[in-house]
Every structure is written in C-alpha cells, then in structure tokens.
C-alpha cells in the first residue's frame, strides 16, 4: 500500500518560534532604512543618490562575512542536534577568531578604498566626494559590525533567534534618534499646537553616516556581552587559538558560500554601477525601489532561518523523517507568504514609493520595476528556502554553482546588453534581475526534486 501524503502540521509551532523573531528583526532593521531614506530623501535626489551608489558595496562585504557565519552555523547547529555541548562551545571560541581576523582585514579594506568606491561605481562627480566621506563613516566600526553578523548567526544556529532581535531593535532605536539630531539643524517642532526647540547638528548626509556607526558599534558589544554569557555558547575558558578540527568543517561549508556571496554581491555592484551610469532619476528610483522591496522579502528571509536551523538540528541527530517532513510544511508556508506579500506590494508601489521621493519621475519608474518583481516573489521565496535547508546542513556547493550562474550568465551579461549597448533604461536592468530569479527557481525545483539536497536521503537510498 502507498502511503498516505500528510502535511506534518506539528512543525508549524516550531517553525514559527524560530522564524518569528528574525522577522521582527528585519522588520525593524527595514523600517529605519525606510527611516534613514526618508529623513536623507528629505534633503533632495542628490542626497538620496549618495547615500544609495554604494549600498551594494555594503551588501558585497556584508555578505561575504555572513558566508563565513553560515560554515559555523552548519557546525554548530548539527552539534547541538547531536548534544555535543563541548564542540558548541569550541566552535564558539573560534567563532570569536573568525569575529577579530574579519573584522580587522574588512576594517583596513574599506577604509583604505572608500575615496575609490564612488568612482568604480561611476557615481556622478557632483556627489562623489559625499558619497564616499560617507562610506567611510560607515565603515569605521567594521569590527562591531563583523560582531553583530557572526553572533547573530551562532546564536541562530542554537535556536535564540531571539536575543539577534532585541539588539537589532537597541540598534535601530539609537540610528532613529540620533538621525533626528544630526541630520538637520536646530529647527521649531509643532505637536499638538505647541511650538518646540529641536537641536540638531545639520549634518546632513555625514550626520546620518555618525547615527549608523554609533548604533553599529552599541549593537556589536552588545551582542558580543550576550554570546560571552550564553550558557551554550560561551568561549570563556576555551582556546582562542586556530582549531583545525573545528575550522576545517566550517571551511568546507564556508568558503562555497563566501566565493559565491562575494562573487553574485560583486555582480550586485556591477549591477547597480550600470544603473548608476543611466543618471540621477534612475539611481534615485532603483535605491528606494531596493529600500521598497527589502521589506517584503521579510518573510522569506526570516523562514530561510528555521529552515537552516531546524535541517542543521535535524542532520546531527540523523532524523531523516524530521528533514523530509520540516521540506513539506516550510516550503508551502514560504510560499503562501510570498504570495501575499508580492501582492501586497504590486498594490501599494506608488504610495510606498512616495513616502521617499516626491519626484513623480523617480515615484512612477520605481512603481513600475517594483510591480515587475512582485510577481516574482513566490518563486523565489522557493530557491531561498531550499537553499536554507542546504545550508543548515552543510550542502553548498550547488547552491554556489545556481547563484553564480544565474548572476553572471544571465543578469550582469542582460543588464550589460540592454543598458551599455542598446540604451534601455532602469527597467530593462530590473527584467534582467527578475529572469535571474526565475532561473533560480528552476535550478533549485530541479535539484529539490530530484532528492540530491537531503544527505540523510541519498544515503538511504
């Protein structure tokens, strides 16, 4: 007799528990970059356009240092299922390594070309010497901000997705408030018929540069005091000194997924290098276009985590049923959620468009490339869960070979074609974008149907 397919809705509970608060995380961290955006839009396009050129700067080096959180988020999640509490808490130690070792070469890196980032990112003349004072604010605590994203990850991987939220929201509090001070000078306030003196610095792009560094830096010791006191995670008493038995299987996981970061966030400079090249409007419309959707992959992301957790837990204590069931529910919840969320965002484009712009040029190109996208939420809210579940389990090179491909062969290659040498503007580019994302989908449903993702699977086969 065949058995019956039934969806393990007892996972829903856990999956929740886990994903939940990531969410709420990255709701708050989206809604001071829509804060952020709005307060430095404020000033005019210019402004907006030198705080946006290099955001994917931002993303390639945030990215390449989350690559080298997700091989200890592998270790540790699969050791913690299998309760070794010992190689958690060596892992942990070595985490901290990896924490002080980034954190100084990124430091040295960013700061030494943060005069060069503009220009490589062919930033108008006009804003390129604010655009790049900066960059290099913002990278001044590399080592609080390389604290945050390692932390964060190993304190995931053991199940808190919990404690990353609160000092996200610590973090946001300070940038909102010190954005408020900063960036504009002293000026009158009215609330409720009274009139209020404001200080403020009228710093200006500069004053929102310090209100990000500040937060980082509150957010890294902060995360940095909680893992020191964890119970599971502490390192004190543990060697800070290279574990090769430790580090060898974080390398294994890691560094698929640090070259394949680095190499599509590089495509994601090039990307917007290109984007940048078509003017002013176009960069405005494409970096509150970016802001828009962030908000509204929140679900996907905050699932990508249980998936990653839970695959990782369910791999140490060799539960094959657990991985098979947790694919089954996670995935249809994913994309239900997407699909309300693409939804939602086909809808309401132009009013979220203009809470940053009041420039009918920049509000109705972003409307349209926004709408673009919305449809294709849904598929890939499907690559992204897969490829949690991979990663949890340590399984990244496919996921390297499906992202750099679909970056490189069909994104950066169509967006040079239509946008350098047949002059089509921002939403060519961003139909490019969307055919990756589609492509992805297709790579991953081939590889998740054919079964070769789940380890414990191919081994009982």
């Not at 856990?14 to 000033?43: C, H, K, N, R």
């Not at 199940?159 to 504009?184: A, C, E, H, Q």
């Not at 902060?222 to 000194?241: D, E, R």
């Not at 389990?393 to 062969?409: E, L």
Request: hydrophobic fraction near 50%; glycine fraction near 8%; aromatic fraction near 10%.
């Amino acid at each position: 007799m065949k058995r019956k397919f039934r969806l393990p809705f007892e996972l829903v509970p856990v999956i929740f528990s886990l994903a939940w608060p990531t969410m709420l995380e990255q709701l708050m961290q989206t809604a001071v970059q829509y804060i952020d955006t709005a307060m430095v839009g404020s000033l005019g396009t210019d402004a907006t356009a030198a705080v946006g050129s290099t955001t994917t700067v931002n993303w390639l080096i945030g990215s390449t240092i989350s690559a080298v959180s997700v091989g200890f988020l592998a270790f540790i999640a699969q050791a913690n299922g299998a309760g070794n509490k010992e190689a958690v808490k060596k892992a942990s130690a070595q985490a901290t390594l990896a924490v002080i070792v980034c954190g100084l070469i990124f430091t040295a890196v960013t700061l030494s070309l943060s005069g060069l980032v503009p220009k490589m990112m062919q930033v108008d003349e006009n804003i390129r010497d604010i655009s790049g004072k900066y960059f290099f604010i913002l990278y001044v605590p590399m080592l609080a901000r390389t604290a945050s994203i390692i932390f964060g990850t190993v304190l995931r991987a053991v199940g808190d997705t919990k404690t990353p939220m609160r000092v996200g929201v610590l973090v946001n509090i300070i940038n909102v408030v010190l954005n408020f001070f900063l960036i504009y000078p002293t000026r009158e306030v009215e609330l409720f018929s009274f009139v209020f003196t404001v200080p403020g610095a009228g710093m200006g792009v500069i004053g929102a540069a310090v209100a990000s560094a500040i937060s980082f830096v509150a957010g890294g010791i902060s995360i940095t005091a909680v893992v020191w006191k964890h119970p599971l995670l502490s390192p004190k008493g543990q060697s800070l000194k290279p574990d090769a038995a430790i580090l060898r299987p974080c390398l294994r996981v890691a560094l698929p997924n640090a070259i394949q970061r680095f190499a599509t966030s590089f495509g994601y400079v090039c990307f917007a290098a290109m984007v940048n090249s078509l003017g002013e409007v176009s960069t405005a419309a494409h970096t509150i276009a970016n802001t828009v959707e962030s908000a509204f992959y929140i679900p996907g992301y905050g699932m990508q985590t249980a998936a990653a957790t839970l695959a990782g837990n369910a791999l140490g204590a060799k539960d094959e049923k657990k991985i098979r069931d947790l694919s089954r529910m996670i995935l249809p919840i994913e994309i239900v959620l997407m699909i309300v969320s693409g939804s939602l965002l086909f809808i309401f484009a132009p009013d979220m468009m203009r809470i940053f712009s009041q420039s009918e040029e920049v509000v109705a190109l972003g409307s349209t490339v926004l709408r673009m996208v919305a449809v294709s939420e849904p598929f890939y809210g499907f690559s992204i869960i897969v490829e949690g579940m991979m990663q949890g389990m340590g399984k990244t090179v496919m996921p390297f070979i499906c992202n750099i491909s679909g970056m490189w062969g069909i994104r950066i290659i169509g967006t040079f074609i239509c946008t350098q040498l047949l002059s089509f503007g921002l939403v060519s580019a961003w139909a490019c974008m969307i055919l990756h994302n589609m492509a992805l989908f297709l790579m991953f449903l081939i590889y998740y149907i054919s079964g070769r993702w789940n380890p414990l699977g191919e081994k009982a086969k």
